[in-house]
């Protein structure tokens, strides 16, 4: 649509300057009083001035981001392309705003369906409110073209359940859970839990630190059972799990013991 709309454009916009100095080089002065300004000055005008102002706006509405925060889905080239998990390194104003709105540069590590790590980068506009949640650590989905990873865009798709099986084989991958955990939290009863008490080891992987947490379930008909759980969270989370805390937890009851904590990423 992007391609298309610029190239209607940039059609129009040498039509209109290519009709007006064809009909000033052309033009034929009608008598003794006509100098030939009317070559130049005249309706045929209309055209450039209309392109002046159209061609530039086309260009400007369908740069990066900016289409994607009108129409509210992902481009062309990118809305079939591989999910990855991006998690935010940096990111900056570019000077550009769409109705007050800025346009930020965000530069991501994206960790693609295959597990191999890239630096690439995204334009998107941000509402104002929103600005202060794109935070370095923060991790969001996004949709990248294997032949092209220096570019990415935030996934648009609402496609949660592809956003999720994305985070879930990272997951597997580094170690921080596995499929029988997974099926747990998908399949297990919902219930709450109080932390009793925490330990930390002492061991990392891939920057996230092993806790170990007593627990205190509480089933659905009020009574209570005691299990402890092992889980690899990131440094900033670790407070979240703090004794005395409140957790959503699920499990199967047939194993009570086998407890998945659930936890937002980016909460």
Do not use: C
Not at 30 to 49: C, E, K, R, T
Not at 194 to 199: D, P
């Amino acid at each position: 649509m992007k391609t298309i709309a610029r190239s209607l454009a940039t059609a129009f916009g040498a039509f209109s300057v290519g009709f007006y100095l064809w009909h000033g080089l052309t033009y034929v002065p009608s008598g003794a009083y006509d100098d030939g300004m009317l070559a130049w000055v005249g309706p045929q005008m209309a055209l450039p001035i209309i392109a002046l102002t159209v061609v530039p706006l086309v260009f400007a509405f369908t740069g990066e981001g900016i289409l994607e925060a009108f129409t509210g889905s992902n481009s062309s080239s990118f809305r079939n392309g591989l999910v990855g998990i991006g998690t935010i390194k940096s990111f900056r104003q570019t000077g550009l705003s769409v109705n007050d709105q800025p346009q930020v540069r965000v530069e991501f590590s994206v960790e693609g369906v295959d597990g191999k790590i890239f630096d690439s980068a995204a334009k998107l506009i941000v509402p104002l409110t929103e600005l202060a949640l794109l935070q370095p650590g923060v991790v969001l989905p996004v949709r990248y073209l294997p032949g092209r990873t220096d570019k990415v865009e935030v996934d648009r798709s609402g496609d949660t359940s592809a956003a999720q099986q994305a985070m879930n084989e990272s997951m597997i991958r580094k170690g921080f859970t596995t499929k029988d955990k997974l099926d747990i939290a998908a399949r297990g009863i919902t219930a709450q839990a109080v932390v009793q008490s925490l330990a930390v080891p002492g061991e990392i992987r891939n920057g996230h630190s092993k806790i170990e947490l007593g627990l205190v379930v509480t089933r659905p008909d009020g009574t209570t059972f005691a299990t402890r759980v092992e889980k690899f969270l990131p440094p900033a989370s670790v407070a979240r799990v703090q004794v005395g805390r409140i957790l959503q937890v699920h499990y199967l009851p047939e194993n009570e013991q086998e407890v998945v904590i659930a936890l937002q990423v980016n909460a």
